[in-house]
């Protein structure tokens, strides 16, 4: 061999010494002699062998880290970030065999470091970990420390150099004043430097991450005023929006036991590298559902209905008081086009801010509910616009008319009777007074004309016109001096056969036949028996005048539905009673149909016009409805509804 051989074998068997250091096997290197083969040999096979322990150890981490990767991801998704850092913390103690593990995050909003920190045994990690909060204003330890430089610290002297400064009585403060050496890696963002180790740029704002003149203070006085500058800047970065450090990870041994070696920091730095992007995106994701939550909340909590389409008109978004309104649940109704559950009238508002552009504002309009009952509205439209002020949809605003349409028919209603009350207050007298000595000396003329028929005949019609006036007085007094109401909770089944019964002699002189039928189960609604009846035995004497002779009329009473106390959010109207009167006549056309409840409207000779308007007075105090449905030679129903609890009504 000679000699330059001689000097390349020996530095080639330096290096290999350096390369036997540099693992954590405890065995010294083998004196070999410069000129054996076999030395050269046994060198040759040491350092076979020590490749190939590193490379399976290099497999095992690699396969372990993306075992936490996965592991973290799953995570991510689903649970908040304290049960993230008790996951990660105890799977590293399993299966890279840490004794003391700790990972904590930024919470920007309380200016602290939490998380959790977990310790483990030969048998695994000895519990689930133990929460432990770090203040990041001001110098707290080695944990903040770290943060705020942004690069790895390694202390073999934790007495000297604390992780953290826990306050009294704190649960993990035996176990800090107990360990020897403390690895600590800071964790950042994406965007943010790629390697722990290199301190980031200060930004506009004088950024103080990454700055060593971060802990150590001027000396004198000065000291002072330099801690306040800090913990401004450190306030000043918490808040910024550019702020790239997510938290900190870290492992530590107990002083009795061998200190960490740069093998164990570099395995951190890479599981640092590994755990920074999961906790981002697990912070997004939860920064997301936050965002997503608040949203909801925001449309939830409005008191106007709204509803998000896109450019076809179906339905995006369908917030908590359009449900109520329309009665739609809004999985129903995602993806459904807007037109075809709400009617026509309301998509064409929409469609023209869609195609033309034509947003509309507080426009009237009527809107189809669940069941199929018009909702009027006062719906205003605007444009959705992407980034790029392009048009992807729009939203519709809508308020509940109904409220105010009712207060609407109620003032008119007011009004009319406050005219019919002056009328009545003024004339009422003086009618009745003259008609009181016209009645009696027509009543003496019958007397003294008793032999003469004719006259008798005049004069009996003379007395029922004085009738008829007399009622007309009456019925101007029951509507603008209407009688309380004497609410009892009572089966609807008796004021139903009392009212058919009081017009039996009627119904037996037109040889018309009444056929009454209530349900067994009609519950016992709020009602004045006495009014009630009033109300029935008017629209069974109407029924009775338009049916024609051998007709029947069939009065019902059933369980059934009251629009006037509906219930927007179920979809369907609240419980009642329903009673309908039906008769087989000739019925009556549309245009009497719109005024069949105005005052002195009347299609029967010598009627007054007033009756039923009193009934639908007494069933609208009642909280229900009077309605009427008829077509020409079909015959008429009216319907009387009432609410299963009694809602005030109109007074």
């Not at 616009?385 to 008319?401: H, K, S």
Request: proline share 6%.
């Amino acid at each position: 061999m000679t000699p330059s051989q001689r000097r390349a074998l020996r530095q080639l068997l330096r290096r290999a010494d350096e390369v036997r250091g540099m693992t954590d096997r405890s065995e010294m290197p083998v004196s070999v002699g410069l000129a054996s083969g076999e030395a050269l040999l046994h060198t040759l096979n040491d350092l076979v062998e020590e490749l190939e322990r590193s490379h399976r150890r290099l497999i095992e981490t690699n396969v372990q880290l993306v075992s936490l990767r996965e592991v973290a991801s799953r995570m991510a998704a689903n649970i908040d970030q304290g049960e993230t850092t008790r996951t990660v913390t105890h799977y590293l103690c399993r299966a890279f065999g840490f004794d003391e593990v700790f990972l904590l995050l930024i919470d920007r909003e309380s200016g602290r470091l939490s998380g959790t920190w977990t310790r483990s045994e030969e048998d695994g990690p000895r519990d689930a970990g133990t929460g432990i909060e770090l203040p990041l204003i001001g110098d707290q330890g080695a944990i903040t420390r770290c943060l705020w430089l942004n690069r790895t610290l390694v202390h073999h002297a934790a007495r000297l150099h604390p992780p953290a400064l826990l306050p009294g009585g704190h649960p993990l403060q035996e176990v800090v004043a107990g360990l020897g050496s403390v690895a600590c890696v800071p964790l950042q963002r994406s965007h943010g430097a790629p390697s722990g180790r290199t301190a980031l740029a200060p930004c506009a704002a004088e950024c103080i991450i990454g700055d060593p003149l971060l802990l150590i203070p001027p000396p004198g006085p000065a000291a002072e005023r330099w801690a306040a500058e800090r913990e401004e800047h450190q306030r000043r970065c918490l808040a910024c929006d550019l702020m790239p450090m997510l938290g900190v990870i870290g492992i530590a041994r107990p002083a009795q036991a061998a200190p960490l070696t740069s093998s164990d920091v570099t395995l951190l730095e890479s599981i640092a590298l590994s755990v920074a992007p999961v906790v981002e995106n697990a912070r997004l994701y939860q920064e997301l559902r936050r965002s997503e939550r608040f949203r909801n909340h925001v449309l939830d909590s409005m008191v106007s209905a709204l509803v998000a389409v896109n450019m076809k008109g179906e339905i995006l978004t369908f917030n908590h008081a359009a449900e109520e309104l329309l009665g739609y649940p809004e999985a129903e109704v995602l993806g459904q086009p807007f037109g075809l559950l709400f009617g026509h009238e309301g998509e064409a508002v929409l469609s023209a801010t869609l195609e033309h552009g034509r947003e509309a504002v507080r426009e009237e309009t009527l809107l189809r509910a669940h069941d199929g009952a018009p909702v009027p509205v006062s719906l205003t439209t605007s444009l959705l616009r992407n980034e790029r002020r392009g048009v992807y949809g729009a939203i519709a605003t809508f308020m509940d008319l109904t409220p105010l349409k009712r207060a609407e028919e109620h003032a008119r209603r007011l009004d009319r009777l406050a005219a019919l009350g002056r009328f009545t207050s003024s004339v009422a007298h003086e009618i009745r007074n003259p008609l009181t000595g016209i009645a009696a000396g027509v009543q003496y003329l019958s007397r003294a004309h008793a032999d003469d028929p004719p006259q008798l005949e005049n004069l009996e019609f003379i007395l029922s016109e004085i009738r008829r006036l007399d009622r007309i007085v009456q019925d101007l007094f029951d509507i603008t001096h209407p009688r309380a109401l004497h609410l009892e909770s009572l089966p609807v089944g008796e004021a139903v056969r009392r009212a058919a019964q009081s017009v039996r002699a009627l119904a037996q002189e037109r040889d018309v036949r009444v056929e009454v039928a209530v349900e067994p189960r009609t519950a016992p609604v709020p009602h004045d028996p006495d009014q009630l009846q009033q109300v029935l035995i008017n629209l069974i004497k109407n029924a009775i005048e338009a049916s024609p002779r051998g007709a029947t009329i069939e009065v019902t009473a059933a369980p059934g539905r009251s629009p006037a106390a509906r219930s927007r959010a179920a979809g369907t109207a609240a419980r009642g009673v329903t009673i309908r009167v039906t008769d087989h006549g000739a019925g009556i056309d549309a245009e009497h149909l719109k005024t069949m409840f105005e005052p002195f409207v009347t299609t029967k000779p010598g009627g007054t016009g007033l009756g039923l308007y009193i009934c639908d007075d007494i069933v609208k105090r009642h909280g229900g409805s009077l309605t009427v449905h008829s077509q020409p030679g079909s015959g008429t129903t009216f319907t009387v509804e009432l609410p299963q609890e009694h809602n005030g009504g109109l007074s």
